[in-house]
């Protein structure tokens, strides 16, 4: 029935997109898009079943507060979640997901807990991963916030659940579904026992004690950084013991210890702003969540000086040249630059309703070491996502983790589900893989 | 002449009370510490110095939660002895000597000069360290005297790990259950390390 359904509606005019995807899927990147990881023989590397789970606002912060009852000191000294927490996942997404000290927005028919079945191989070029999860919805996260037409101009549309304008009901919570990893060497303290939580803080969006944009703008950190916000960051980056985010160190402190291999790789995949060309951001961990030198898929499509978009659908590629609210979840409204987009023309006889994406998404237009992840891609089906990624060996830019045979590395891996960003992911409690080495998962060796 | 002609005469009635005095210096070396711990060094008697409302669980504005469970009845909460003072008949000394201010109930001497030394804190939190850091020095044998450490059954996961890990990094209950009753009191950074190497 739903798969009718969806054919019916890709009949309706995506088609050429469609299309267009799958050529440049198949022609870029000097061969396949997905080279050697459309290869792998999945099944005969072993699955491993990870529970994700709901997080609410445990920072940092909070771990090592005495609100962290019988907790606060181990935390402090170290010691890993798992010394204690070791298979509650299922008992603390739960708990933590609905209204409680550590979750005050909570998301109404949210679950705590997420199953990720995970599976991971290489040879002597790459390393593959496999994620698959069921998502919370019956549709795809491919929808991702827009601009819409209201008959006078155009208005950011859609958000985040965590978001009030979405749990007041004057917005729809739109936005991509994600699966993310991040990745130590043994160079970041604490990551190997405490995993992703060294990398939450308060004053973080959505975390407690937010400060307000300006305060943030002011700050000399934040001033050098260009950054409004507060986003993920390690404790060695600032001079206070409780890692507060105003306290940074100066530049050059924290390019020291970034030259030392003091960071977090952190790379997601996205519904919406990656995978329809094939691709996987790749961001690094450090004062900030910072990308990668070079540039990475996806960048603004909002003309800072009209609010209008930069590029619309190219009408012969995708049959309109916007979107409605009825398209979105039903075809791929990811405006491609090389693929289906057109500057955007003023002129056109604009209808209230009308949406563009907020993002331009571009393969060719991603290049260094922020576009190292261009063999990813995910198929939506049965309310399942199954993203199969490829990464390269040995890889020597300075703000990546390098992966080699032998080595070993503790992983996190979390997934945005249901619309939703920031700390609104599923998350795991820090693993170790290794490639030819002994771990909590050992990778498989092809041949 | 008469004198001992007298003890003499009356050897019967001096055996007697000889016996009876004995007998009731035996029987205060077996009463002592159940006398001390349940009659003399009452909760009244400790409360007659300290904040009732600080330190009873039962009193109104009390800053102290029940311990074993909130429905527990509150006769059958620990007394204030049986988490302080430890158990043994000369520890029992210590409940005197610490009503007149001579010595905390581990048996040590007060150091009023490093109670007035460096940085100001206050009172309580400084007394809340010093708690601690006996408790931590003598491997919770107070709180060890009601739980049996093998024998703790828990409500959760966590519980089971934990004190797994407590068992394999000998860590003592303090380390991980302090602020357990009274007014939170927050944990000073350096606690609980040991003086000798033998902890990494």
Redo the contacts between chains.
Sequence with gaps: MKSDNRRKKFAFGSLPLIAGIFGITVTMGGGSALAGVADVDWSSVPTKTIKLFWPGQATYQWLRS?EH??????TIEG?AC???????EE?MGNKLVVENDLEPMPVEGKNGVIDLKFQVAYDSEDAYFRFQWKTLNDYAGTAHPYLRYNGEEWKAFGYPKLDEVVQDGEQPGIYEDRMSMMIDDGSVENFATQGCWVSCHDGQRDNPDRPSKAEVMDNPLFKALKKKDVRKYLPSTRTDENASWDMGKTQEEIAAIKAAGGFLDLMQWRGHRSNPVGMSDDFYVLEYRNSDAGKNPFSSNVNKKTQEPKYMFDESKVGKKSVRIEDIRKMETTLIRETNAVPFDANVDWKEGDLIPKYLVSREDSKGSAADNNRSKGVWKDGVWTVVWARKLGLTNPDDKALVEGGVYTFGFATHDDNITTRGHHVSFPMTIGFGAKADIEATKLD | MDIFFNLFKYRRIINAAIAVVIVLIIGWIFAYEPVTRNFIAQDAVCNYCHLDWEFNPDIRLTATRPHASEEAPIESQPSCVDCHLPEGWWNTTYAYTHFLSFTDLFGHFRDRDAERAGDWIPPRAATAYRVRDRMFEYDGNTCRTCHIESEIKFK???GV??HK?ALEEQKTCI?????LVHR?V??RKD??KKTDSSKE
Excluded: S
Excluded at chain 2, 175 to 179: D, F, M, R, T
């Design positions: 005495p009852k019988r907790a606060n000191l181990q010691q798992t010394a204690c927490h070791l298979n509650e008992e | 959760r996961d966590r790990n934990a890990l380390e991980c259950h302090n602020n939170p927050d944990v606690a609980f």
